[in-house]
């Protein structure tokens, strides 16, 4: 019984701890509601009349103007037709190359200089034949000696016997026709003889009469196909020479999009990281009608004049063509309105107020003679900043004048 009180009066004492205890806290209130602002706020940058003049501010309507669609596809260098051209020798004989400038596998060459010399080689047979008309010449030139001095000795008594009264006019005139005869032989007859001499010459000390090989045109020596020294046959390929600056550039147009586009105009052409219109032009080519049936699309080539050589055969570019049709009102915008952030966006600065601009987004189409076509942004008639709008945006992200 006692047992039982005990056990009762500790049951009682926890029950009367526990209705002491205070009741848990209530959960904190939600904070009042803050106003938050707003988008367009963000993007809103206000200057000071000094600030405006120092930036340069300028502006200009967005507007509708008509400008053509392009399409811009791969496209690749190659060769041009008879660009590489291949020099012969035009007889046998032996090479000497030529030393100022060394001619070598890379080395540019102008038009009219000269890579080699050709001796010409001739066997006994050829030396025989030359020799023998050598001989026929030089009695030839005898004889025409001996006519000549006998005409004018002619000419001498017939004048004479002019002066002397008993001869004639007419004779004298004969034997100065006769003694003109006499002075063209020998003339013929002298030639013969040191132009067989000078092949005589050629063919005894390997100098004299030597051939000069000269470059047809402005290129750079692609293949070398003879040493110093080498003996050649007629017809031999001595040199490869190419002309850097003819190149054709290659566009494969999707079948599908070729009847849409204007491939017998000159198109633009500039590097695939280009964001802009390309700046370089190529005009079309005749060629014969060429098509892939890999990639399901034709060929159409374009001639581009390398002038600095800045181009290789193989290289990939950009290029832009025009669209069919003639180009309808596109809303657009100066190209130097338009800012781009680090993530590619492209923005402008809209006009509010004299001192007041706001950022707007825009989406460009296309690029093309200086303007930017919008696929959306500010309606046309909206004031957008033209000049100083690089420096709107770094003033507005804190890194501006």
Not at 169 to 185: I, N, Y
Not at 296 to 318: E, M, N, T, W
Not at 377 to 392: D, I, K, R
């Amino acid at each position: 019984m006692m047992r039982h009180a005990a056990l009762f009066a500790v049951g009682f004492a926890f029950a009367a701890c526990g209705s002491g205890t205070a009741s848990p806290p209530s959960p904190p209130a939600s904070p009042p509601a803050q106003a938050k602002p707003t988008e367009a706020g963000l993007w809103t940058i206000e200057l000071g009349a000094s600030a405006a003049e120092r930036l340069g501010i300028g502006t200009a309507p967005v507007a509708e103007r008509p400008i053509g669609r392009v399409r811009r596809l791969p496209g690749r260098f190659e060769r041009a037709p008879g660009a590489r051209v291949t020099v012969q020798a035009p007889f046998a004989g032996r090479i000497e190359l030529a030393t100022d400038p060394a001619i070598a596998v890379g080395a540019a060459v102008a038009a009219g200089a000269t890579l080699a010399r050709l001796v010409p080689l001739a066997g006994p047979d050829t030396r025989a034949t030359l020799a023998n008309a050598r001989e026929s010449a030089n009695g030839r030139l005898t004889s025409a000696i001996a006519a000549q001095e006998a005409a004018r000795i002619a000419l001498s008594r017939a004048e004479r016997l002019l002066a002397d009264r008993v001869g004639s006019v007419r004779a004298v005139d004969e034997a100065t026709a006769t003694l003109a005869l006499a002075d063209a032989a020998r003339t013929a007859a002298a030639g013969e003889v040191a132009t067989i001499d000078a092949t005589l010459s050629a063919l005894g000390d390997g100098a004299t009469g030597a051939l000069p090989i000269v470059a047809p045109r402005d290129a750079i020596v692609a293949a070398l196909g003879v040493l110093e020294g080498q003996l050649v046959p007629a017809g031999a390929a001595l040199f490869d020479l190419e002309d850097q600056r003819r190149l054709w550039l290659r566009v494969e147009v999707p079948q599908a999009l070729a009847p849409e586009l204007e491939l017998a105009a000159p198109v633009r052409f500039g590097p695939l990281s280009l964001r802009e219109l390309d700046p370089q032009i190529a005009t079309p080519v005749a060629a014969p009608p060429q098509a892939d049936p890999a990639t399901l699309s034709v060929l159409a080539f374009f001639a581009v004049d390398d002038i600095d050589g800045a181009h290789r055969p193989g290289q990939r570019c950009a290029v832009t063509v025009a669209v069919r049709g003639a180009g309808v009102p596109r809303r657009t915008v100066p190209a130097a309105a338009i800012v781009r952030d680090a993530g590619g966006g492209t923005w402008v600065y809209e006009r509010l107020a004299p001192l007041r601009f706001a950022r707007r987004r825009i989406d460009v189409e296309f690029e093309r003679d200086g303007f930017a076509v919008l696929a959306a942004g500010p309606a046309a008639g909206v004031e957008v900043v033209t000049s100083g709008a690089a420096e709107l945006f770094g003033t507005e992200f804190g890194a501006g004048k």
